[in-house]
């Protein structure tokens, strides 16, 4: 998300609006042409395009949203017409949002009522490792496997991520957070990890870039753990309705 706000920023920053379709039902009757592209950001995994007319779109991906860039007069491509939510064009891109779930504008000002309930962010200006650490230590009992994807405690870890911080810090994703020992390294390594990754598509914990070899136990199911050759376990567990698939080495990270 980072690099893809990165990508957006450049194309569009400091660049007036010729072309604005918002083509969701509460945002149809907006039209943001004629405005200047102050600036695009991330917080943790939303997206936040501000402009000069004090306003800002914030869009989420979730699971399968995407913003594609095309030079004007380009081709679009990367999904059907119907699945188009956003449009921004400007006179030489034309900036094009496939299936994406969230899509509102709201006051400058007034961000914090979209983002104000993250947690710091890995990868953002405000990152706060004793924050991050103060917040996860608030529920003892939880497991840290779902604190971790709690973007109010800290924002940006996703199952990847999770998955593969736990596997380096020897750590089960059933533990409770009042039994894990070096909390703050882990957040810190957290951050490291996301850091190293922030500008490839490629993401690794590896440092191997090779499909099969950039992570030790995501999606490794049955598969021999790198390290001690145990086969890769795999379970979905979390809040109801919310449940995420983690993965972990037996061996490496016992279950306490």
Same mark, same amino acid.
């Given at each position: &998300?980072?690099?893809?706000?990165?990508? %957006?920023?450049?194309?569009?920053?400091?660049?007036?609006?010729?072309?604005?379709? @918002?083509?969701?039902?509460?945002?149809?009757?907006?039209? %943001?042409?004629?405005?200047?592209?102050?600036?695009?950001?991330?917080?943790? +995994? /939303?997206? @936040?395009?501000?402009l000069d007319s004090s306003y #800002? %779109?914030?869009? /989420?991906? $979730? &699971?399968?949203?995407?913003? +594609?860039?095309?030079?004007? !007069?380009?081709?679009?491509? !990367? !999904? =059907?017409?119907?699945?188009i939510r956003a449009v921004l064009g400007t006179e030489e891109h034309d900036v094009v949002g496939y299936r994406l779930p969230v899509l509102e504008l709201v006051e400058t000002s007034a961000e914090d009522t979209v983002v104000g309930h993250l947690g710091p962010d890995l990868l953002g200006p405000d990152w706060d490792v004793d924050e991050a650490v103060r917040r996860l230590s608030a529920q003892p009992q939880r497991s840290i496997g779902e604190a971790l994807l709690d973007q109010r405690n800290l924002a940006g870890i996703g199952t990847f991520y999770r998955a =593969?911080? @736990?596997? @380096?810090?020897?750590? /089960?994703? *059933? #533990?409770?957070?009042?039994?894990?020992? +070096?909390? =703050? *390294? %882990?957040?810190? $390594? !957290?951050?490291?990890?996301?850091?190293?990754?922030?500008?490839?598509? =490629?993401?690794?914990? #590896?440092?191997?870039?090779?499909?099969?070899?950039?992570?030790?136990v995501f999606e490794r199911t049955r598969q021999p753990c790198r390290r001690c050759g145990t086969p890769i376990e795999t379970e979905e567990f979390g809040p109801v309705g919310q449940e995420r698939r983690s993965y972990w080495c037996p061996r490496c990270q016992p279950q306490p």
């Open positions: &998300m980072w690099r893809a706000c990165r990508r %957006l920023h450049e194309v569009l920053a400091g660049r007036r609006l010729t072309r604005c379709e @918002l083509r969701v039902p509460q945002l149809a009757t907006t039209d %943001l042409t004629g405005a200047v592209v102050t600036e695009v950001v991330s917080r943790g +995994k /939303h997206q @936040l395009f501000r #800002t %779109l914030h869009a /989420h991906f $979730r &699971m399968d949203g995407t913003w +594609k860039i095309f030079a004007r !007069g380009q081709k679009w491509f !990367g !999904g =059907e017409e119907f699945q =593969e911080l @736990l596997f @380096l810090q020897g750590i /089960h994703p *059933r #533990t409770p957070v009042g039994q894990v020992t +070096k909390l =703050e *390294r %882990l957040v810190r $390594r !957290g951050q490291q990890l996301l850091y190293a990754n922030r500008w490839r598509p =490629e993401q690794t914990t #590896t440092g191997d870039l090779r499909a099969s070899k950039r992570a030790w």
